[in-house]
């Protein structure tokens, strides 16, 4: 619990794209927030260290008398984000334990989000969200050389079938597909120099991808933004790639791509992108589950400065 002058606040700890607690990404998840500051929620958040932690409370007014709808804000280490889409799977499914599964609708700070959680015979939950209007971008050729030397790079790692774009689903992410899957697999970039170059493009993550064949991609995430070296499972940005991938006719209109992410982290998860003709939506899908908590945490004290 956090303690706070009016009441307290559970904190929960889910993995987001993974059924193992040891893989897909781990976010905090705060299931009603009433009260909470933006300096206390952004305090949490930092003592989770988790890329993003999701607050939950009382719809906006638009959408107030609607069943299961809520406000949610996240916050990584940092600063506010707009919108993460590992939050939302974690906190949908960490209330569908609660609550049963179904629908929810989230007022996010990119718009308004649906989520859809169903359950397995075995008992395990599955969450889809359904992003924004998605949109895509071209990007100057000299920002994606600024990129290129922030992650130690060069042009030719790239893969000249997928060009440079800014994709935006909520939140705004740079992609950029290479050659090689050993090529994605070493990365060892500057991150303050990639920190600042994103923060100038305003940048959320940069979505580096190998595609293994039609419908099945590698991904990483550098956060350096957020705090954080590398997103172990990005659903926001699965999202603007989901979308990038269909402008650019890299996938049919009608599609369903599996992204691999976390594997060279030792965090592996699976993130199920669809598209449907006629719908500029993606919808992003995983699982789910609880991480334990450990005992010295389970009151957590918020320091204020």
Sequence with gaps: MVT????PHEILRYTA???????GNPAGVVLDATGLSDDEQLAIAAELGYSETAFLTAPP?????RDRAYTVRYF???AEVSFCGHATIAAAIAHAERHGPGDLLLATPAGTVPVTVTGTADGTLHATLTSVEPSVHKV???????ALRALGWSRTDLDPGFPPRIGYAGARHLIL???TRARLADLAYD????????????LTTVQLVWRESAAVFHVRDPFPVG???EDPATGAAAAAFGAYARELGLVPEESVLLLHQGTDMGRPGELRVELHAGDPRVRVSGTGTRIPQPPHEACMPLNRK
Aim: proline share 7%; charged share 30%; aromatic share 6%.
């Design 4 to 7: 706070t002058p009016n009441r």
């Design 17 to 23: 794209f993974s059924a193992d607690p040891a893989g």
């Design 61 to 65: 007014a638009e959408l107030a008398g």
């Design 76 to 78: 990584s280490p940092r």
């Design 140 to 146: 100057a050729e000299n920002d994606v050389d600024e």
């Design 177 to 179: 597909a290479v050659r």
């Design 191 to 202: 991150f303050e120099h990639l920190k600042d170059y994103m923060t100038a493009l305003d």
């Design 227 to 229: 705090g954080v070296v």
